[in-house]
């Protein structure tokens, strides 16, 4: 069926929306990439093979519904009962029965299943909206992830969706979209927190055509998963968002760089852009508004590299994915040497909300310079991991302790990593800051695409910085020197320093030349290689010098710097001396250990075996 | 034309000119090594980094390489200020690290007063610094038979799958251009060896002696549209030949004006 006037847009909603509201009971499965790993989808199938056999009025294998990611992986496999909005964590196969017997027929609530706060043991959440984790979030990008089914485009029309697309095809004028999403503040959600309009604009005016619109969905960040769950779970919003840039910059063809480990977002966006082009939402013709655009996703090469701009418009056209220095920007000169526009998933998805609300309404959220919301993949040693989304401006306190639901094991906080592996650290002294984009910038991190890795006592810095450097030297495309072989002497350095073999001097080195790592690299990659490294000793110098001078690891995690000793809490088990790798430890049944430290390589199985807190780590 | 300032000094640029070639034509010496007359710049070597600034920027400077630059009214350039110079010097004490041996490197890093790298010697770094000359000449021919293979510190120039590239027609661009010799070749008994694929030379009908491949000869021939005989003389005995030629009119013309 095509719809081929906005009119009929409208009342093809207003049946969605009937059918989609007619359902009120609703059994909400995550089939996002957490859930998913736990075996969501097996619990979805029982699900709907128990209500096959079960006859229950007014509830059907319909009931049953898959979305995206609630976000809060953490918990997962997470079901959902609508419209009360019954929060059940980790559910397995063997609680399905349970759920439909108890809370389904009888309205009773499983305790087990429900959500406990950490802090009060005794607390536990029906209602999901009512969980810390939920109650201080506010949801853009995210709005329709947990609630629809991204393979329907009926549920995304229902909620709302391609109602801003009909508004900017018939009521707005291009220059009326880009003047909308300028003052919206909206900055790029992909890295670089440049403004979208701005960009839009600049687009717009350059006199050559053919111009493209390209969605950068590569998200090379190791632990970043906001722009897979949005492809995943609401790929018509990033559609949408595309097509309505299409329009006010005067494009016709556009692509979406899907990064190769993403597979299912491949699916979905496929089918997304199928159910679009079959409405006629998408394609020949927009909703009979004479307006042409379509979409081709691209699946990308798998190199961290090819999010940046330069490279991914390479990759899109064939070539091998470096980037090349030009000094004519993309929107002028991009993919095919025609202006482009790129922008990062999360952009894309939040630009309908933005002309359907309007820009004041968006620029009302977060703060003055960085409008709206922000999402995060927030990982690390926090209790709640997992997908969240904050009004800009939130600290950083606030997202861990509030959200985040504080410290595993109520260990000491020590430091928050931004801005995915070219990112920084902060310390427990600025853990009270805004979350936006120019305080993190200034006060040594980034906003990045939006990981954050949480760190506790027990994280060596200087380790970390290593691990960082490792991944950055491995996915340097090679193509400049700087980068090439100044990050790899970054690293050589760094490691150096772990087992402790390195001077004052090294640091010195170090500082010196990741300064012209930063300026002299061609891409974001190498100017933003040296961060882990410059951050963490920025913030941890003492850290540094107790590896250089004191051969001490404070984190205690270096292994060439630790010792692992038996204190008098043996009571002579003997557990660790069957796991002890290289023999080092001896001792009689119910006597005290001893271990050889010649012997001993520092791997710390003993320590994990002990039950006895008697392995000491100095 | 267009007016920019070089370290001080107002000069002339061509429109769409890089800025290496306002710099060079001003006699100014910068260090160059992926920089080549014949070929498009790649900006991977980043030694021809200058700082920039225009009158509107308010005093505030960026850093670019000269060779990817294009010339632009009003641009302030400053091809040696100290930090240009430290970047200078640190790139070339890393490139000593990656190529100990190579004579180009030390004799660049030397002029810069560095004898030593201050960092660790990479083991079995060769003397290829990755500046991408033979696989733009390759490319220019259009034949493309090697390339930038791996990634980071691994990154090497190498044939497909490290065998004999099927593309190669033995033209011995890559090695000409290559600024540090490292593109090894041979020619003996009527054959050349490249990318240890081996060619049979085709020779000279007059004087014998080897001229070219005969992959290139055919390539070419039918490339640029030329004779099939162009290369079965060899351009000695072209030009030999060419200058008897030109005897002969001389002395015809002689005979004329008498
Ligand atoms: C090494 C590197 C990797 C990048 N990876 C991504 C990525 O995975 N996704 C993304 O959206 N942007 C990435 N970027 C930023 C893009 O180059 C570009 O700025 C962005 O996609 C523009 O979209 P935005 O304006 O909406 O942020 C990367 C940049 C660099 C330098
Ligand atoms: S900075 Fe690194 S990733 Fe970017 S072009 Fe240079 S080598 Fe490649
Ligand atoms: S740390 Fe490993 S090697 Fe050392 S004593 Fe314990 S188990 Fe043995
Ligand atoms: S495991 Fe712990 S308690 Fe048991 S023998 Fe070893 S050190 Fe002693
Ligand atoms: S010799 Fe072979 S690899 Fe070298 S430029 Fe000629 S064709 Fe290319
Ligand atoms: S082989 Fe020579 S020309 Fe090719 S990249 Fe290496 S140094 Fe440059
Ligand atoms: S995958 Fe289910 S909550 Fe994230
Ligand atoms: S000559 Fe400009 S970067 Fe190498």
Redesign the interface.
């Known amino acids: 069926m095509r719809i081929g006037t906005i009119d009929k847009l409208d009342k093809f909603r207003a049946k969605c929306e009937r059918q989609f509201k007619a359902q009120k009971k609703k059994i909400i499965v995550c089939l996002g990439p957490g859930c998913l790993a736990s075996g969501s989808d097996k619990i979805l199938d029982e699900f709907k093979s128990v209500l096959k056999k079960k006859k229950i009025k007014g509830i059907t294998v319909e009931t049953v519904k898959k979305t995206g990611c609630h976000g809060f992986c953490a918990c997962g496999p997470l079901v959902v009962i609508e419209p009360e909005g019954i929060f059940y964590a980790k559910v397995k196969k063997i609680h399905v029965k349970d759920i439909i017997e108890k809370t389904l027929l009888k309205g009773e609530i499983i305790e087990k299943l429900l959500y406990t706060d950490p802090h009060k043991k005794s607390k536990k959440y029906t209602d999901y909206r009512s969980i810390p984790f939920y109650k201080y979030q506010t949801r853009i990008s995210l709005r329709n992830l947990g609630l629809i089914d991204p393979d329907e485009i009926t549920d995304y029309i229902a909620a709302g969706g391609y109602a801003a697309l009909a508004k900017a095809l018939t009521k707005m004028k291009p220059q009326k979209i880009i003047n909308e999403v300028s003052k919206s503040g909206l900055r790029g959600r992909g890295g670089g927190g440049f403004s979208t309009g701005r960009k839009w604009a600049t687009c717009a005016k350059v006199d050559d055509e053919p111009r493209f619109v390209i969605c950068n969905g590569d998200e090379g960040d190791p632990g970043a998963f906001m722009d897979r769950c949005i492809m995943e779970g609401d790929p018509h919003s990033i559609l949408e968002g595309m097509i309505i840039c299409a329009f006010a910059v005067g494009s016709h063809d556009g692509y979406i760089y899907v990064r190769e480990e993403y597979p299912l977002a491949v699916v979905n966006l496929q089918r997304a852009i199928e159910a679009a082009r079959e409405l006629g939402l998408l394609g020949e013709n927009i909703l009979g508004t004479g307006f042409s655009y379509d979409i081709k996703i691209i699946r990308g090469a798998g190199?961290f590299v090819c999010g940046e701009s330069s490279a991914l418009m390479k990759s899109v056209a064939g070539e091998?994915g470096?980037p090349?220095?030009?000094?004519?920007r993309s929107v002028v000169k991009g993919v095919y040497d025609k202006p482009t526009v790129l922008n990062n998933v999360e952009t894309f998805a939040t630009v309908p909300v933005i002309i359907e609300k309007g820009s004041k309404w968006f620029a009302s959220i977060g703060t003055e310079k960085s409008a709206g919301t922000k999402a995060f993949s927030l990982a690390g040693k926090v209790r709640n991991t997992g997908l969240i989304e904050v009004p800009m401006g939130m600290t950083l306190r606030d997202i861990i302790y509030k959200i985040g639901g504080g410290i595993e094991e109520d260990r000491q906080f020590k430091a928050v990593q931004t801005g995915g592996p070219s990112g920084g650290c902060l310390p427990e002294g600025k853990i009270d800051l805004p979350v936006d984009f120019d305080t993190l910038t200034k006060a040594g991190s980034m906003m990045g695409s939006g990981g954050m890795i949480v760190m506790d006592e027990r994280t060596c810095m200087v380790e970390l910085a290593r691990y960082f450097l490792d991944f950055l030297?491995?996915?340097?495309?090679?193509?400049?020197?700087?980068c090439?072989?100044?990050?790899?002497?970054l690293l050589?350095?760094c490691t150096k320093i772990t087992r402790g073999k390195a001077s004052e001097n090294d640091l010195d080195?170090m500082e010196?030349?990741s300064k012209?790592i930063q300026?002299?690299?061609?891409c974001g990659l190498g100017q933003s290689g040296p961060n882990p490294f410059m951050s963490t000793v920025q913030y941890f110098r003492d850290e540094y010098l107790s590896h250089i001078t004191d051969c001490k690891c404070p984190g205690r995690s270096c292994r060439a710097l630790i010792t692992y000793t038996i204190n008098d809490k043996c009571n002579g088990c003997v557990a660790c001396i069957s796991v002890c790798p290289e023999k080092a430890i001896t001792g009689e049944k119910k006597k005290l250990h001893v271990i050889d430290q010649d012997k001993c390589s520092q791997c710390g199985s003993c320590e994990v075996v002990c039950k006895y807190d008697a392995i000491d780590i100095t | 034309m267009l007016n920019m300032q070089i370290n001080g000094k107002m000069v002339k640029a061509v429109e769409g000119e890089y800025i290496l070639n306002t710099i060079r034509r001003e006699g100014i010496d910068i260090p160059v090594l992926c920089d080549h007359k014949a070929l498009e710049p790649?900006?991977?070597?980043?030694l021809c980094?200058v700082e920039i600034s225009k009158p509107e920027w308010d005093g505030w400077t960026r850093?670019?390489?000269s060779c990817?630059?294009?010339a632009e009214e009003g641009l302030i350039i400053n091809t040696h200020t100290p930090?240009v110079t430290?970047?200078r010097r640190?790139?070339l004490d890393?490139?000593l690290?990656?190529c100990p041996n190579s004579d180009v490197i030390q004799k660049m890093a030397g002029e810069y007063g560095i004898q030593k790298t201050?960092?660790?010697t990479?083991p079995d770094g060769d003397n290829c610094?990755?500046c991408?000359a033979c696989t733009r000449a390759c490319e220019v021919l259009g034949k493309s038979a090697i390339?930038?293979v791996?990634?980071?510190?691994?990154?090497a120039i190498a044939p497909p799958f490290d065998k004999e590239p099927p593309d190669c027609i033995g033209c011995l661009s890559c090695a000409h251009v290559c600024p540090t010799n490292v593109i090894e070749w041979n020619e003996s008994n009527g054959t050349r060896t490249i990318w240890n694929k081996k060619f049979e030379m085709i020779s000279c009908a007059k004087c014998g002696k080897t001229t070219t491949t005969r992959e290139f000869a055919e390539y070419i021939i039918e490339k640029r549209d030329i004779p099939k005989e162009y290369f079965d003389i060899c351009d000695d005995c072209k030009r030999t030949e060419l200058a008897q030629k030109m005897g002969r009119l001389v002395d015809g013309a002689k005979e004329v004006a008498i």
Request: some cysteine.
């Open positions: 190199a091998i470096e090349r220095a030009k000094y004519i030297v491995s996915e340097s495309c090679g193509k400049c020197v700087p090439r072989e100044g990050l790899h002497q050589i350095l080195l010196k030349l012209v300026v002299g690299s061609l | 790649c900006g991977a070597c980043r980094m850093h670019v390489t990817l630059y294009p930090q430290e970047i640190t790139i890393l490139y690290a990656r201050s960092f660790e990479i610094i990755m991408y390339s930038a791996q990634r980071g510190p691994d990154k």
